[in-house]
């Protein structure tokens, strides 16, 4: 196990509606990164955060957007839900430096209907 | 074009067979290159690193790195069932933990006992 946990494990909704999905890291990973991963894809970067701050975006609209907690979770929020933002969403959180893994968590698959 | 180009197979193989797997990329600032596996139902998780060009070895597990061509390759010797699982290639400019870790579409490999 990675220590990573990702709440919900699965979550349906419609076209328009809003979503927030949330990540536990473990004690100690100040940064986190969220991914996208349509089916039969990679996992395609969202954004990171570190201590808090956004550090770094990807080609994502400004409807996705996040938030870093002190103790260490982590929320991604979408709204105006598209049918193409179904996918597998990951969080990926690390101690930071060049080194350091990111661990991954399970995700949370969204359906868009 | 996209930056990292993974073929996503599937490949099937029988037990106790040599595993190839292979990315090509095309954005020369890349240093790290690193192999994540994949589990149905589960986050990636790495399984080894390269940083900048050369062969590393762990286990059953080779990955080479060929930055000249641009080509990056991971074998796995003796497969495994247990192996069955979709490898994802990764690479990023400033480390295991970047902001951005750009990832290949994934090969879904199958082994066969």
């Known amino acids: 196990e990675t220590g990573v946990t990702q709440s919900p494990t699965h979550l349906i909704k419609t076209r328009g509606q809003q979503v927030t999905l949330r990540c536990s890291s473990q004690s100690g990973h100040n940064t986190v990164s969220w991914y996208q991963q349509a089916l039969g894809q990679g996992p395609q970067f969202i954004f990171q955060?570190?201590?808090?701050?956004?550090?770094g975006r990807g080609n994502f609209p400004p409807r996705f957007s996040g938030l870093q907690f002190p103790n260490y979770s982590s929320e991604l929020n979408v709204n105006a839900l598209e049918l193409d933002d179904s996918a597998l969403y990951l969080c990926a959180s690390t101690r930071g430096g060049a080194e350091e893994t990111q661990y991954f968590g399970p995700g949370t698959r969204l359906l868009v209907l | 074009q996209k930056e990292v180009e993974q073929d996503p197979g599937p490949l099937s193989v029988p037990e106790g067979a040599i595993v190839s797997l292979n990315c090509t990329y095309s954005?020369?600032?890349?240093?790290?290159f690193m192999w994540y596996r994949q589990y149905s139902r589960k986050g990636p998780e790495l399984l080894m690193y390269t940083y900048s060009s050369g062969n590393k070895e762990d286990g059953r597990f080779t990955a080479q790195v060929d930055k000249s061509s641009k080509y990056i390759s991971l074998f796995i010797r003796d497969s495994q069932p247990s192996d069955s699982a979709t490898y994802l290639c990764a690479m990023s400019a400033s480390g295991l933990g970047a902001q951005k870790l750009v990832f290949g579409q994934g090969t879904r490999l199958t082994i066969n006992p």
């Open positions: 954005n020369s600032a890349f240093q790290y």
């Open positions: 955060y570190y201590r808090e701050e956004e550090n």
